[in-house]
């Protein structure tokens, strides 16, 4: 399995950003994938998370309203795009995907990680 983040950036605050995870070496509409970030000197927490067919999303409770996760199972790609961004989601996102059925939240519920893409959002 790989999965590779992109679309990271320096933007100011107010601004907005499309990450994407593509992934490959697996039957993609079988995973549901979650987004994480980890900021410097702090936990990975989680972003966000879509279900295998896309009708089910769970946000953290910081980017609720302002974040939101889409995927296309065609071209074996989930997108998160960032609007009304703010300095403190400046961190490392990573994309992870899960197999299991119930749409988690946790960092155990997921088994593979990508690279992450570094997203700076300056004040």
């Known amino acids: 399995v790989q999965l590779q983040a992109s679309g990271g950036g320096l933007v100011q605050a107010g601004g907005s950003l499309r990450l994407s995870c593509a992934a490959s070496?697996?039957?993609?509409?079988?995973?549901?994938v979650g987004w994480f970030r980890q900021a410097s000197g702090k936990e990975r927490e989680f972003v966000a998370a879509?279900?295998?067919?896309?009708?089910?999303?769970s946000y953290a409770d910081s980017v609720k309203g302002r974040f939101t996760i889409s995927r296309d199972n065609a071209k074996n790609t989930v997108y998160l795009q960032m609007n009304n961004l703010r300095p403190e989601d400046t961190a490392v996102y990573l994309c992870?995907?899960?197999?299991?059925?119930?749409?988690?939240?946790?960092?155990?519920?997921?088994?593979?990680w990508g690279q992450g893409t570094q997203v700076t959002v300056s004040s």
């Open positions: 879509i279900s295998r067919s896309g009708t089910s999303t």
């Open positions: 992870a995907v899960s197999p299991r059925l119930r749409l988690g939240i946790n960092l155990a519920d997921f088994d593979s």
């Open positions: 070496g697996l039957t993609f509409s079988r995973y549901a």
